[in-house]
C-alpha cells in the first residue's frame, strides 16, 4: 500500500520561510515525478512545482525565484523550500508522487 506523508506546515509571517517535506512508501518503482500542489480556499488545485525523472525542476510564475523544490527520485522524498512567503500562498499543500499517489496534504499560513 502507497502513502505519502507530507510534513513541516505551519503558520509564518510574511517574508518568512517553511520547508516541506514529503516522503512516500510502498511504492515498486523509483525514478518517480513529483510535485507540489496548492490549494487556497474557494480556488481550484493548482500546480507550484515540479521535479522530474531527470532531475529537472518547474515552477508556478506565482513562485519563481522564492520556491525551489529538490529532493530524491530514487528515495521518493521531496522538499519544498518556500522563502519570502506572502499571504497569498496561504493554502494546503499537497505532495504527489508519480502523476498519481497523493498526500493528505499540510496547511500552510502566512499571516502576520
Known amino acids: 500500500q502507497v502513502q505519502v506523508v507530507e510534513s513541516g506546515g505551519g503558520l509564518v509571517q510574511p517574508g518568512g520561510s517553511l520547508r516541506l517535506s514529503c516522503a512516500a512508501s510502498?511504492?515498486?518503482?523509483?525514478?518517480?515525478?513529483m510535485a507540489w500542489y496548492r490549494q487556497a480556499p474557494g480556488k481550484e488545485r493548482e500546480l507550484v512545482a515540479t521535479l522530474t525523472t531527470g532531475g529537472g525542476t518547474n515552477y508556478a510564475d506565482s513562485v519563481k525565484g522564492r520556491f525551489t523544490v529538490s529532493g530524491n527520485n530514487v528515495k521518493n522524498t521531496v522538499f519544498l523550500q518556500m522563502n519570502n512567503l506572502k499571504p497569498e500562498d496561504t493554502a494546503v499543500y499537497y505532495c504527489?508522487?508519480?502523476?498519481?499517489?497523493w498526500g493528505k496534504g499540510i496547511q500552510v499560513t502566512v499571516s502576520s
Open positions: 504527489n508522487i508519480a502523476a498519481r499517489y
Open positions: 510502498g511504492l515498486f518503482f523509483s525514478f518517480n515525478a
